[in-house]
């Protein structure tokens, strides 16, 4: 269990570096701010992002699940604030991170797919609807 959150942890880091060398207005001073600024991130997601999506979640139906990025992108301002050697210029530069992070996301869920499965597992209409054919 450990090990599964520091390897969670070290991919975060890594995705806040790739944003931080591609965002304009997103700057981490050192490595160790790196590793706070995801370390902060993580919980902050996973403590305080759950109750701001369920104060939200009217706003995510209407928009189809856009205004979670925008949550999203709060969080990321908020490690600003308090990560010293993480700096966020403006809000645009975090929704720009969050729509990385999470293009980030989809591209290494895809890959550990291919990469375990052989293949990407996108649908199972077959199991869920016997009659269907793909």
């Known amino acids: 269990m450990i090990f599964g959150i520091l390897i969670l942890w070290g991919l975060s880091?890594?995705?806040l570096?790739?944003?931080t060398a591609v965002v304009p207005g997103i700057r981490a001073h050192s490595t160790g701010d790196l590793f706070l600024?995801?370390?902060i991130?993580?919980?902050m997601n996973a403590f305080i992002r759950p109750l701001l999506w369920f104060l939200t979640w009217p706003l995510t139906v209407i928009t189809f699940g856009l205004f979670a990025l925008l949550v999203n992108a709060v969080m990321i301002q908020l490690t600003s604030l308090i990560?010293?050697?993480f700096e966020v210029d403006n809000f645009a530069s975090a929704l720009l991170?969050?729509?990385i992070m999470l293009l980030l996301v989809i591209s290494g869920f895809i890959f550990i797919q291919w990469f375990l499965f052989d293949g990407v597992m996108w649908m199972h209409m077959n199991e869920m609807h016997p009659g269907l054919s793909m």
């Open 97 to 99: 991170a969050t729509v």
């Open 17 to 19: 570096f790739i944003i």
């Open 83 to 85: 990560v010293p050697g």
């Open 37 to 39: 600024a995801s370390l």
């Open 13 to 15: 880091t890594i995705g």
């Open 41 to 43: 991130l993580g919980l």
